[in-house]
């Protein structure tokens, strides 16, 4: 079964913990202008909203790359950046239409989620669920919930 991220903005806190544990677990330190994992801060709509690599099925990013450097997983369905092929020319980066892989300067590599080999830090270290793992095939069903609870809702107030 492939899982993967579900984000939930309505939810989120802007607490920075995944971002947090991103960088802790993928740089050694925590902090979050070296995570994989971002949280935009939309001030004018009152909102945080946690944005990362979607694992896209057209990876725009692997097929542009000249050197062959980002393969998929075919377990965890990422597109993981191997640090030993990358040259660093960022041509992933201009490739992706979301903006998710980024160019580190430390190491003159480039950087993108890999959901941590299945077990992705920034879900279980996000306190409200904002975050969560889940069967790819149902990345809907929370919005679908909602809907149907609407739905449900105004059939009710019509009676």
Same mark, same amino acid.
């Given at each position: 079964?492939?899982?993967?991220?579900?984000?939930?903005?309505?939810?989120?806190?802007?607490?920075?913990? $995944?971002?947090?544990?991103?960088?802790?677990?993928?740089?050694?330190?925590?902090?979050?202008?070296?995570?994989?994992?971002?949280?935009?801060?939309?001030?004018?709509?009152?909102?945080?909203?946690?944005?990362?690599?979607?694992?896209?099925?057209?990876?725009? $990013?692997?097929?542009?790359?000249?050197?062959?450097?980002?393969?998929?997983?075919?377990?965890?369905?990422?597109?993981?950046?191997?640090?030993?092929?990358?040259?660093?020319?960022?041509?992933?980066?201009?490739? $992706?239409?979301?903006?998710?892989?980024?160019?580190?300067?430390?190491?003159?590599?480039?950087?993108?989620?890999?959901? $941590?080999?299945?077990?992705?830090?920034?879900?279980?270290?996000?306190?409200?669920?904002?975050?969560?793992?889940?069967?790819?095939?149902?990345?809907?069903?929370?919005?679908?919930?909602?809907?149907?609870?609407?739905?449900?809702?105004?059939?009710?107030?019509?009676?």
């Amino acid at each position: 079964m492939q899982k993967s991220l579900h984000i939930d903005p309505d939810k989120c806190t802007g607490c920075l913990q $995944c971002e947090l544990a991103c960088s802790h677990v993928n740089e050694g330190v925590f902090n979050p202008a070296k995570s994989r994992i971002k949280v935009f801060n939309f001030h004018d709509q009152g909102r945080m909203v946690p944005y990362t690599c979607t694992q896209c099925d057209e990876a725009w $990013c692997m097929q542009a790359c000249p050197v062959d450097a980002i393969t998929l997983d075919a377990e965890t369905g990422a597109k993981i950046v191997s640090d030993s092929l990358c040259v660093g020319c960022k041509v992933c980066t201009i490739a $992706c239409p979301f903006g998710t892989v980024n160019y580190n300067a430390s190491t003159g590599k480039v950087i993108k989620c890999d959901l $941590c080999g299945g077990d992705p830090e920034c879900a279980k270290a996000c306190p409200t669920a904002a975050i969560t793992y889940v069967d790819a095939n149902w990345t809907g069903l929370d919005r679908m919930r909602q809907w149907a609870a609407k739905t449900d809702a105004g059939a009710q107030a019509e009676a």
